[in-house]
């Protein structure tokens, strides 16, 4: 178990691009979320998959942010068209849920995130 | 919806002396209740979590959490810190489907020598 794990640590970009954030869960979880998090503030929840599919998309989404987890491992976010506003933290996390009568979370893991700054 | 509330945003504690930081939380059922520690630009570490059961949890590094649903709260305690706990806790609820975690603004801790 080596963890989540996400790439870049750090990443500068100019307004306007696009970036791309890449998560690695840890391998047996089946659950992988996304995370921003400002600078004094607690993270607030992006979305969310379980296994490969995308089950819940917070109303922070905008349509300039869009994430995948193809084959239900690994994960990419990313942002088009850059604003200032965008600039913070971006963690992801991953958990194992069994499901029988109720959910059953059996760990919930973050990654160290990556900090985007928009110039 | 859930909510957290932590309503301490600083603390100030004697490297030694025991501590205590608050959570509440807002949730029609039974939650599933973490604490997070973070120290600056790093990721989240899990102190510990509830889920059912026995309402004294024990965590990592010496902190336990109460849950009291007559309350609605988690507090978080630590009979005797250390300087290496300064760093930001945050309290989080997840609901019944166990789906993305509602984190409170977080609690600063700073130790005193």
């Known amino acids: 178990d080596t963890g989540v794990s996400q790439n870049p640590r750090h990443k500068i970009t100019k307004r306007g691009q696009n970036v791309t954030f890449r998560c690695d869960p840890i391998?047996?979880?089946?659950?992988l979320y996304w995370y921003r998090q400002t600078l004094g503030q607690g993270p607030e929840f992006l979305t969310y998959f379980q296994n490969e599919a995308q089950l819940e998309k917070s109303r922070l989404l905008s349509d300039r942010f869009s994430a995948e987890r193809p084959k239900g491992s690994f994960s990419t976010l990313e942002i088009q068209r850059t604003e200032q506003g965008d600039s913070a933290m971006y963690l992801c996390?991953?958990?194992?849920?069994?499901?029988?009568?109720?959910?059953?979370?059996?760990?919930?893991?973050f990654g160290s995130g990556t900090r985007l700054t928009v110039v | 919806a859930q909510s957290v509330t932590q309503p301490d945003i600083h603390i100030t504690v004697s490297e030694g002396a025991s501590l205590e930081l608050r959570c509440n939380y807002s949730?029609?059922?039974?939650?599933?209740l973490f604490w997070y520690v973070q120290s600056p630009g790093q990721g989240l570490q899990l102190l510990l979590k509830y889920f059912s059961g026995d309402t004294l949890v024990q965590g990592i590094k010496g902190f336990e959490a109460e849950f009291k649903r007559s309350q609605s709260s988690f507090n978080l305690r630590k009979p005797s810190v250390h300087w290496s706990d300064a760093a930001e806790y945050f309290c989080a609820v997840a609901g019944g489907g166990a789906d993305g975690l509602t984190f409170g603004k977080g609690t600063h801790l700073i130790i005193q020598p």
């Open positions: 949730y029609g059922a039974t939650p599933y």
């Open positions: 391998s047996e979880h089946n659950r």
């Open positions: 996390a991953s958990s194992l849920i069994g499901i029988g009568q109720g959910h059953h979370i059996y760990g919930y893991t």
